[in-house]
């Protein structure tokens, strides 16, 4: 070895013992050192990059990693980096490509696979980001980020016991992984498994008592429990460890009206005017300061404060929103009318026998389903099931086609889809509730596969049905955080269920919630009898009951008994929604 390879590689040495030490400043003296004398000299120009990276000079970092691979062509790890740094930028198909580029070397380097995973998980490409991450585990089966993140995407693809089970590996092998305890408790309060979401959550906390998210995902169930004081401490905590976050005060304020004075309104406007504010403040923010106009009965700058605040809200959420918004005006109207399936060649009584509850939100449904479900006879309730939606969009996406198959097979997997969820059994005469609203999209498939199947749409007078889904934060809908959104989903709903009455008439009960509201005895009556059920006055009493749960933003007032809606409450704001509603007949 000659003495210039010797000098370079002791200055190195000295470069990368002060790396190591955080003097990243005498690091880069070193390496430049070096490359005065040999401007080719890989780890030098690799370092300088790490620490450029190090130091977030990613425009630095990319030069000097060009360099190097320049250098060595073949060097993952450069390649790697050079993609970390394209990905810091946001120039995510620049990282695509260079990740790539190392997998094409070496097909089995982890963190490829896994960084991979992330961006198109980050893109909601998550058929990709499935496989990738799949991939990852497999090369290093003891990863448990990458399962914590696979499970990540097998919830986003509906695949809840996929889920479960990444999520649990992970946990096995880093029991302190808080983020897995937390998601899992997100899994089992979907499978309304209270018990085992609460102990995720609560486990969460005990490895991080400050996991504000944990408190915040505490204080919801136990709201959906009707358990309102611990939902107020969980919530109230969770200010505690997370003071600036105005999602906290907007959820605590629907259990503790009182919380609106002055004082929070003075800090709502001071955090929402800081520069840094992240979308979701600012949407939270602006939540919060519509309820202090609503109360003051401005209903002008009511809506003012929510509009502002649904457009900073769909922002935070901006490329999953623009896919549901695509979905809701586009590919569910295409699978509504063009869905197929092989029909049996004679009719049978199938013994399943559902009652299907359909409608807009904020039409009354919550109530509707926990009169049938408190009578004399016990039915499963399946609140926000989603079965029929997401059970349509695997099949298609497995066929690629829109003929789902034979009835017989299709029922033999709803069975089972229905039943996992806790909803079929002989023993309750195959009866129960879906109330996933938006079902009325699948009337067509409903009709073929449970002949049997009664179905009640929900009305309720549209103006109070539109402004109290634009008052409430209804955060899995991307469509509802838009008012002229609002208005078109309404009219593609009232359009369905006009053509389908006319083609089928008398098959769907149509329930009207004012009547329900002025007459709840009568009505009831009526309801139940259309449901084959008996009435009993416990159907009117479902507020009594020690196990009313409920998820939906009709959560507190479910829990008292059926009173009267005045319609007046919300004409104040139809002149402020007339240029949005002008040009539908059935908004004027």
């Given at each position: 070895m000659n003495k210039k390879n010797t000098t370079l590689k002791d200055i190195f040495a000295l470069a990368f013992d002060n790396y190591k030490k955080n003097d990243f400043k005498n690091a880069e003296i070193y390496c430049y050192k070096i490359l005065n004398i040999d401007p080719n000299h890989f780890n030098s120009t690799f370092l300088l990059a790490t620490i450029s990276a190090f130091t977030s000079n990613f425009n630095k970092a990319i030069e000097l990693l060009h360099k190097a691979i320049i250098i060595n062509p073949k060097h993952t790890g450069a390649i790697h980096n050079l993609a970390t740094a394209y990905k810091e930028q946001g120039k995510l198909k620049e990282a695509e490509n260079f990740f790539k580029k190392v997998l094409e070397i070496d097909p089995k380097h982890t963190n490829a696979n896994y960084?991979?995973?992330?961006?198109?998980?980050?893109?909601?490409?998550?058929?990709?980001?499935?496989?990738y991450?799949?991939?990852?585990?497999?090369?290093?089966?003891?990863?448990?980020f990458a399962f914590f993140s696979l499970g990540n995407v097998h919830v986003d693809l509906k695949e809840t016991n996929e889920a479960v089970s990444c999520y649990q590996k992970?946990?096995?092998?880093?029991?302190?992984?808080?983020?897995?305890?937390?998601?899992?408790?997100?899994v089992y309060r979907g499978f309304n498994d209270f018990k085992n979401a609460i102990s995720c959550y609560e486990k969460a906390i005990e490895i991080q008592p400050a996991h504000a998210g944990a408190h915040h995902n505490l204080g919801q169930i136990f709201k959906e429990l009707g358990e309102f004081e611990k939902a107020i401490k969980s919530h109230q905590t969770a200010i505690k460890h997370e003071p600036e976050n105005l999602s906290h005060y907007h959820f605590l304020h629907e259990l503790k009206k009182d919380i609106l004075d002055i004082s929070l309104k003075n800090k709502i406007e001071k955090i929402i005017k800081i520069d840094k504010s992240t979308k979701q403040n600012l949407a939270y923010g602006n939540y919060l300061l519509s309820r202090y106009e609503r109360k003051n009965e401005n209903y002008e700058k009511e809506l003012n404060y929510l509009i502002k605040g649904h457009q900073n809200f769909f922002r935070s959420r901006k490329e999953k929103f623009d896919l549901g918004v695509k979905y809701c005006f586009n590919d569910v109207l295409q699978i509504s009318k063009k869905i197929n399936v092989i029909k049996l060649e004679k009719k049978d009584n199938y013994e399943v026998k559902p009652i299907f509850i359909i409608g807009v939100p904020r039409c009354?449904?919550?109530?509707?389903?926990?009169?049938?479900?408190?009578g004399e006879k016990f039915i499963p309730l399946g609140e926000e099931t989603s079965v029929l939606e997401n059970f349509t969009n695997y099949k298609i996406l497995k066929n690629q086609t829109l003929n789902l198959g034979s009835i017989s097979d299709l029922r033999d997997e709803l069975y089972d889809l229905y039943k996992n969820k806790g909803l079929i059994s002989k023993k309750y005469n195959y009866t129960f509730t879906?109330?996933?609203?938006n079902n009325f999209f699948y009337l067509k498939f409903i009709k073929e596969i449970y002949p049997g199947a009664k179905i009640i749409n929900c009305k309720r007078n549209s103006l109070s049905s539109i402004v109290s889904i634009f008052q409430n934060n209804l955060t899995e809908l991307a469509w509802a955080h838009n008012l002229e959104n609002i208005f078109k989903y309404f009219d593609n709903y009232f359009k369905i269920i006009e053509n389908y009455d006319k083609v089928n008439p008398g098959i769907i009960y149509q329930l009207e919630f004012?009547?329900?509201a002025n007459n709840p005895q009568d009505e009831s009556k009526k309801l139940m009898k259309y449901c084959d059920l008996t009435w009993d006055k416990k159907c009117l009493e479902?507020?009594?009951r020690k196990d009313l749960i409920s998820k939906t933003a009709s959560n507190i007032q479910i829990r008292e008994a059926v009173y009267k809606h005045s319609l007046g409450k919300y004409l104040p704001y139809k002149k402020f929604l007339t240029k949005y509603g002008e040009k539908y007949s059935w908004f004027n």
């Open positions: 960084n991979l995973g992330l961006l198109f998980y980050k893109l909601k490409e998550l058929q990709k980001a499935k496989n991450l799949k991939k990852t585990v497999e090369i290093q089966n003891n990863y448990a992970a946990i096995e092998i880093n029991p302190t992984l808080v983020g897995a305890h937390n998601n899992l408790g997100l009354g449904s919550t109530l509707v389903e926990k009169i049938i479900g408190s879906d109330k996933s609203l004012e009547k329900l479902f507020y009594k």
